[in-house]
């Protein structure tokens, strides 16, 4: 196939706005699968995926498609994560593209991360396609988006697409405007070989898969191949294209989307960003890669039952191959033992890395409350950061403390503005400024400590405006901060997984939840268990865990000892899945227990 | 020696709370069962001709609301097919309002020598709410019967924890038990089992039940009342007058002995495995009357897992784990295998060694669970 026959695009959407119904469709549509093999959505693999309705891990399709001028295209489709934790991603895949749909709901309008995913696109010259999508639904307002898409990003919306991804009406607009609209790839393919790794995996049989865009060249079966960042050769044993199920191919050249297999063996050889040139023929500058990703949030994670310690070491190092943005050490806790202390993009991020672990790699998992990175200048002019409150230093050595701020953008209905006000207030935000997209919706900027937004500030938006308001933020930098250290003590004992780093001001109160909602998650045991929160030696709150007195089966005859022993190996297989502090046991969620208080 | 039990799966109603395996019904399905009965009995009779038994239990369902007649061709049954010690015990289960003086004659000169009344609590308006079919007052009959016929041996069910009880309602059904001089009481709490009506009741919040507070203060109650009143407390919830009148068959359970069931849905543990008759009443009744076994499930109990019952089991009783009887069973003392989980518990105070017997101590006994589960490996 010619280059200019190709064309290379992602979809842009807000979580819910369709984009992978709308991938679905235009899969059928250029029937690389039957409809009668539609599972729906199948560009989202992983359960999760499907599970969440978001998409997580990028993936690359190339379609075949008949155009009204006659002649054969082929369209790759770069799928998108479409959440705030995932905009790394998203720039890795907006780099394989000339072009990308922006869809946005017909009845909902234009979302913060919409946005935040746009201006990235614009940054990489990308043509973009507006598609209004849900047309089919009652409460459609196309007009309105149209004025949204002109007043706010200032596209021309008589170019934009009316489609519902549901009913498969104004696909074929899509298909044709891609053709049209967006450029072929540039790039000789008689050139020397660049091709940007954009994402990979690892298949226990074929080792490491680089998932590439030819950049400059041509890539056969057979080649050596060199990895610029390493310098380490590989030999190509097999080159492949996702239509959507793996189908070899015997080159790849300027232009084209596909993988490439070559017996690599470490994870490591595939680096996300990095270049892959000819062994005897290297290519002299590399692609410019990908800015490396600084995690955000950092929580521990710990194996519930300390043997799986190498085990989650494992599954950690096979879900960073793709997922670049995670960063894991070893840390230990006098409380939980040996673990990792892991960083990641956001609480999305987090909660994703942390159910593919316990899914796909069967661990049982104990996880701490996330934490910011604090910047701690001590009394002798030296600073230190820390991403763990374990590390907090004693309060005569603290000097100040700077915590990461970030500049958060809320779009939300008129009828919720002053819900969403109230809400960053109470999360210590400063108001920036409020205006009018629409005369219905409005966008809010505040700047708000980064450690508020992890705790629950995303749950907490959505149900406060009935699931309407959209959430982007970035971090603008460091700002001292009045902060203190809250210690939990359970039964007499200091527990050091527990404890979390507050403002002054709400120390008390947090304190105070925090041993509340202690109380009800940590089960009655054998004896009284006395939760206390400190700040230093001040003892701020004390609840009460009351000793449990009647726990013993009523009647064990003849036909119940089966029952009856498995009822036992129940109740002891769930004392098993607690964590044993000094002589009480803690369930999991305890140590979550931070982001549920009010 | 091994105890028979005989599984009777019929009852006059269902009760919300009970999800025992029986059924209500009709005259003609009931002889099919007695004759599939009498088949299965002449089997196992055949299978253990040269083997004597110790005890005999009627359990069910409700054997009582069989007419005489059916009794007697169960009983019979049982008797001409099976060999037992003189003077064995032989339990049948009733409900107040199943019996008469007649029916209670017939048990009685059919030779059973001990009664199990469900009576479960002497208030009119909470047998209503358990949906019994009795009343106080046929309590107060039923015991008259009884000692008409000079069974005087018998043991009242009662349960606590119930629905809108408080411990002043418990303290009443206690105190009017115990002036009934049963030889024998067993105080149960209410367990909720799944898939009765009191189960889907409490997820929709219709059950108004006790705290744990309140139901821990009943069981202190029971202990301490009973104890008062003479009573040895001997198994978590039995409570015998005299040593003599512990229930000797249920002692086989506890003992992890070998039993024998027969019927719909009984349980055996014969011969290091433990089976459960067939539960399906159809499958159970064609397949008896074609003379074939009719049987759900089959364990084999290994030589650990029969250590671990047996710690289970026998630390219900008040008088623990004997050492000698264990390693004597089982060529290992109870510190060899278990010297670990023993430690801990005894650290916890919830057992303790006494006259070469690990027992429960009053503390254990409220928190048996903890004790029970230490011993399953």
Same mark, same amino acid.
């Given at each position: 196939m010619q280059q200019k026959n190709v064309r290379n695009f992602c979809i842009i959407a807000h979580? +819910?706005?369709?984009k992978s119904t709308l991938a679905d469709r235009i899969l059928e549509m250029t029937k690389a699968i039957q409809e009668r093999e539609m599972t729906s959505q199948v560009l989202d693999s992983m359960d999760l995926e499907r599970e969440r309705g978001i998409t997580i891990k990028l993936q690359a399709v190339r379609l075949t498609y008949q155009a009204q001028d006659g002649q054969e295209y082929i369209l790759n489709l770069i799928d998108t994560p479409g959440h705030v934790d995932f905009s790394y991603e998203v720039s890795r895949s907006l780099a394989a593209c000339e072009g990308a749909l922006l869809v946005v709901d017909a009845s909902q309008g234009i979302e913060a991360q919409t946005l935040a995913n746009l201006y990235l696109a614009l940054e990489h010259d990308l043509e973009i396609i507006p598609v209004i999508n %849900?047309? +089919?639904?009652? !409460?459609?307002d196309p007009d309105r988006v149209k004025a949204e898409l002109e007043d706010s990003i200032g596209l021309d919306s008589s170019e934009a697409i009316l489609v519902s991804a549901k009913t498969g009406q104004g696909i074929d607009q899509i298909l044709e405007a891609i053709v049209q609209r967006i450029p072929a790839p540039k790039g000789d393919p008689d050139d020397c070989l660049r091709a940007l790794i954009f994402d990979s995996h690892y298949e226990s049989y074929r080792g490491a898969i680089a998932y590439v865009r030819v950049v400059d060249g041509t890539i056969k079966v057979g080649d050596q191949i060199q990895?610029? &960042? &390493?310098k380490r050769n590989f030999e190509v044993t097999e080159l492949a294209v996702f239509q959507p199920e793996m189908t070899p191919v015997k080159s790849l050249s300027a232009g084209d989307v596909g993988c490439v297999i070559a017996s690599? %063996? +470490? /994870? %490591? +050889?595939?680096?996300?960003g990095d270049t892959i040139t000819h062994a005897n023929r290297p290519a002299v500058e590399p692609l410019a890669g990908y800015r490396p990703v600084k995690p955000m949030v950092y929580c521990g994670l710990y194996p /519930?039952? !300390?043997?799986e310690y190498t085990a989650l070491r494992d599954a950690l190092d096979k879900l960073q191959l793709n997922d670049a943005a995670l960063t894991y050490e070893a840390e230990s806790s006098a409380a939980l033992g040996f673990g990792y202390r892991c960083g990641f993009l956001g609480l999305l991020h987090l909660e994703i890395i942390q159910e593919r672990l316990e899914r796909e790699f069967g661990l049982e998992l104990v996880t701490t409350a996330p934490s910011a990175i604090y910047r701690i200048h001590l009394t002798d002019g030296t600073s230190i950061e820390i991403d763990n409150p374990a590390n907090f230093p004693p309060v005569q050595k603290i000097d100040y403390i700077e915590e990461p701020f970030v500049r958060a953008s809320i779009m939300v209905p008129e009828d919720f503005v002053g819900a969403v006000m109230e809400l960053c207030q109470d999360k210590r935000g400063t108001f920036i400024n409020m205006e009018y997209i629409t005369t219905e919706r409005a966008r809010l900027e505040y700047e708000l400590p980064l450690s508020e937004i992890l705790m629950d500030f995303f749950d907490r938006l959505k149900s406060r405006t009935k699931g309407y308001a959209s959430l982007d933020y970035e971090v603008i930098g460091y700002r001292e901060s009045d902060l203190v250290k809250v210690d939990i003590l359970l039964n007499g004992n200091p527990v050091d997984a527990l404890s979390c780093i507050v403002h002054r001001e709400r120390a008390e109160t947090r304190g105070r939840a925090l041993a509340e909602k202690l109380k009800e998650v940590i089960p009655r045991q054998q004896f009284e268990i006395p939760i206390q929160a400190a700040i230093g030696n001040k003892i701020i709150a004390r609840e009460t865990v009351r000793a449990l007195r009647k726990d013993v089966l009523a009647k064990c005859y003849g036909g119940d000892i089966s029952r009856k022993r498995k009822l036992l190996e129940k109740q002891k297989a769930g004392k098993k899945r607690m964590k044993s502090l000094g002589n009480v046991e803690v369930p999991q969620e305890a140590f979550m227990a931070i982001l549920q208080v009010e | 020696m091994p105890g028979i039990y005989v599984h009777v799966p019929f009852c006059a109603a269902k009760c919300g709370y009970c999800d025992f395996h029986s059924i209500v019904a009709d005259g003609s399905f009931v002889g099919n069962y007695i004759r599939a009965f009498q088949q299965e009995a002449a089997y196992y009779g055949r299978k253990y001709q040269n083997q004597v038994f110790e005890t005999l239990f009627f359990g069910g369902g409700t054997p009582t609301v069989l007419e005489p007649k059916q009794l007697s061709q169960m009983i019979e049954a049982v008797l001409e097919n099976f060999n037992f010690n003189s003077g064995f015990e032989f339990t049948i289960e009733a409900n107040p309002c199943t019996l008469g003086q007649e029916k209670v004659d017939h048990l009685a000169i059919l030779g059973v020598n001990r009664i199990s009344l469900?009576?479960?609590?002497?208030q009119d308006n909470l047998l209503k709410r358990l949906e019994r079919l009795h009343s106080t007052a046929d309590i107060y009959t039923s015991v008259e019967y009884l000692r008409k016929a000079g069974i005087n041996n018998f043991n009242l069910d009662l349960m606590y924890g119930l629905p809108e009880q408080s411990l002043r309602d418990w303290e009443t059904s206690l105190d009017a038990a115990i002036a009934l001089q049963p030889t024998h009481l067993s105080c149960y709490s209410l367990i909720l089992e799944e898939d009765t009506p009191f189960f889907e009741q409490y997820n929709q919040g219709l059950l108004n039940l006790p705290s744990e507070d309140l139901e821990y203060e009943m069981f202190e109650l029971v202990k301490n009342k009973l104890r008062q009143a003479g009573y040895q407390h001997y198994e978590v919830s039995n409570y015998a007058l005299k040593e003599e009148y512990q229930a000797k068959h249920n002692l086989i359970y506890w003992h992890n002995q070998p039993y024998l069931g027969l019927g719909s849905g009984a349980h055996s543990y014969m011969e290091q495995s433990r089976y459960v008759n067939s539960l399906d009443l159809n499958r159970y009744i064609e397949n008896w009357l074609d003379n074939q076994p009719a049987i759900d499930h089959i364990e084999l109990i290994s030589e650990d897992q029969a250590m671990d019952e047996t710690m289970m089991l026998g630390l219900r009783l008040l008088d623990g784990v004997e050492e000698a009887v264990f390693a004597k069973r089982f060529g290992q003392t109870i510190m060899e295998v278990y010297a670990e989980e023993i430690e801990e518990l005894l650290a916890k105070k919830l057992v303790i060694w006494e006259n070469g017997r690990l027992k429960l101590t009053d503390r254990g006994l409220s928190l048996g669970n903890h004790v029970f589960s230490a011993f399953i490996r």
């Open positions: 979580i +819910d706005h369709g %849900k047309i +089919d639904l009652p !409460n459609a990895m610029m &960042s &390493s690599m %063996k +470490d /994870v %490591k +050889d595939t680096r996300v /519930v039952v !300390n043997e | 469900g009576v479960q609590t002497f």
